[in-house]
């Protein structure tokens, strides 16, 4: 309760994504860590009616901000923490804005992060993990559902294949499981560069109305973000 506030608690949904989250894991007997991602990428409320782009209002678990004031809202990254009883914590976490465009990689908890670049500001720098991977996730939010239906499939494939590959390093060396996560982060990032390729290369149409694009390019001015054309 110390963390909440009735502006933010009503405009951003709050009690309905908890009730929602709530249900999805309710329903899910013996729930895995690719349950838990699938549930951090959900878009309650949308649906083929009522896509990402074309709402007032962002209120999914997966937040996509917008223009308006029921839409100033975003995920700016994610993660699912496995802690075994008998070995080192997990974490697999994203780094990077909105979980349905990113990949979940593996990390210890007791060991120092890979490189990936300086720490993120406002402003934009291809040199960060974080705002490398804008170009990818701005690009999908042109026409999300068909965006994501191009590379959802991999992204999935590639999390379960990292994920096998930690769980089986549960009891390793902390050098062994530090170059695991070196390993994971470059495999992300080379998946990532080649679905933003295909993505280029589709060049699906901008379905976005005008509030949503308006909002974006202005999230683009603030951040002296390179166009995407």
């Known amino acids: 309760a110390c963390y909440s506030d009735f502006l933010h608690t009503t405009l951003t949904f ?6 929602h989250t709530a249900q999805q894991l309710r329903a899910t007997p013996g729930i895995t860590p690719a349950d838990m991602a699938a549930t951090l990428r959900d878009h309650v409320f949308q649906d083929a009616t009522r896509p990402v782009e074309r709402g007032v209002y962002g209120a999914s678990v997966c937040m996509h901000a917008g223009l308006t004031i029921l839409r100033g809202y975003q ?36 060991l120092p992060l890979p490189d990936m670049g300086p720490a993120p500001t406002a402003t934009y720098d291809p040199q960060t993990l974080f705002w490398r991977h804008e170009h990818l996730h701005r690009l999908t939010l042109r026409n999300h559902a068909a965006s994501l239906a191009l590379f959802a499939e991999e992204r999935d494939a590639l999390e379960a294949e990292l994920l096998q ?33 295909r993505l280029q290369s589709a060049n699906l149409p901008d379905i976005r109305p005008w509030h949503y694009r308006l909002a974006w390019q202005r999230f683009n001015r603030q951040a002296r973000f390179p166009s995407l054309a």
């Open 165 to 197: 590959g930690a769980l089986a390093l549960a009891h390793a060396d902390a050098e062994t499981r530090q170059a695991y996560s070196r390993q994971s982060l470059a495999r992300a990032n080379a998946a990532e560069e080649v679905w933003l390729q």
């Open 14 to 19: 709050c009690r309905q994504r908890a009730s």
């Open 75 to 110: 995920s700016t990254a994610s993660l699912v923490a496995i802690l075994p009883p008998d070995s080192p914590p997990l974490v697999l976490a994203t780094g990077t804005s909105a979980p349905c465009t990113s990949v979940y990689k593996p990390f210890w908890p007791d």
